[in-house]
Nanobody, 119 residues
Framework: QVQLVESGGGLVQAGGSLRLSCGAS????????MAWFRQAPGKEREFVAA????????NYADSVKGRFTISSYIGAKGVYLQMNSLKPEDTATYYC????????????WGQGTQVTVSS
């Protein structure tokens, strides 16, 4: 089984930055991709960014493209999410997710970390 733990959330002013981290343990070497999702109160969970192994390709939601950067740990399975130019609409609980090659669905989830951006 794969376990995921997120950290790095907090309260920041609009225009500020935060860096989230998500480390994987257990059968982490089997992870094919990891991603960040977020969920704001009253809204559905939405995709934010993904990092894919092997090759290190990335994917971003249009709403965060150019502001957020996802990158991988070196020496261990995990991902960072560098969030710059934060906006109030970025306020949400951010969840780390992971998947294997097959099935191609994110079925491992972290507990979430809160990000609040004040206006």
């Amino acid at each position: 089984q794969v376990q995921l733990v997120e950290s790095g959330g907090g309260l920041v002013q609009a225009g500020g930055s935060l860096r989230l981290s998500c480390g994987a343990s257990g059968r982490a070497l089997s992870i094919y991709a990891m991603a960040w999702f977020r969920q704001a109160p009253g809204k559905e969970r939405e995709f934010v960014a993904a990092f894919n192994w092997p090759g290190g390709t990335t994917n971003y939601a249009d709403s965060v493209k150019g502001r957020f950067t996802i990158s991988s740990y070196i020496g261990a399975k995990g991902v960072y999410l560098q969030m710059n130019s934060l906006k109030p609409e970025d306020t949400a609980t951010y969840y780390c997710a992971a998947r294997r090659d097959n099935p191609p669905t994110y079925n491992y989830w972290g507990q979430g970390t809160q990000v609040t951006v004040s206006s």
